[in-house]
Nanobody, 115 residues
C-alpha cells in the first residue's frame, strides 16, 4: 500500500482546509485508515480514524471541527478541517492498517495556521 497526501497549505485562524490521501497498491487489504499530525517538537497524534465499516474516531482536540470521510471508488481519504486554530499547525500524515497489523504512512502534508 502506498499513500500520497495533498491539500496542505497556509490558512488564517478560523479558516478551512481539506486534505486528501490517495491510496494505491493492495488497497483491498486495508482494514482502517487514519490521519495523524506532528507539530514541531511534539509527538505524533492521531486526530481522526475510520474503520473499514466506516466507524469513526476523533481526538478530543478536533472533534466537531474535523471530519474524516472517504471516496471508496477513488481510493481516497479526506480530512475536512474547519475553524482551524494555530495549535492545529503541524505536518499531517495519512495512514493505513493492513491485516498483519502493520501500518503504512504517507510522506505528510504541511498545514500552517496564521493567527
Amino acid at each position: 500500500v502506498q499513500l500520497v497526501e495533498s491539500g496542505g497549505g497556509l490558512v488564517q485562524a478560523g479558516g478551512s482546509l481539506r486534505l486528501s490521501c490517495v491510496a494505491s497498491g493492495s488497497v483491498s487489504s486495508i482494514t482502517g485508515m487514519a490521519w495523524s499530525r506532528q507539530a514541531t517538537g511534539k509527538g505524533r497524534e492521531v486526530v481522526a480514524a475510520m474503520s473499514r465499516d466506516t466507524v469513526t474516531y476523533y481526538a478530543g482536540s478536533v472533534e466537531g471541527r474535523f471530519t474524516i470521510s472517504r471516496d471508496r471508488a477513488k481510493n481516497t481519504l479526506f480530512l475536512q478541517m474547519t475553524s482551524l486554530k494555530p495549535e492545529d499547525m503541524a505536518t499531517y500524515y495519512c495512514g493505513a492498517e493492513v491485516p498483519s497489523g502493520a501500518e503504512v504512512w504517507g510522506q505528510g502534508t504541511q498545514v500552517t495556521v496564521s493567527s
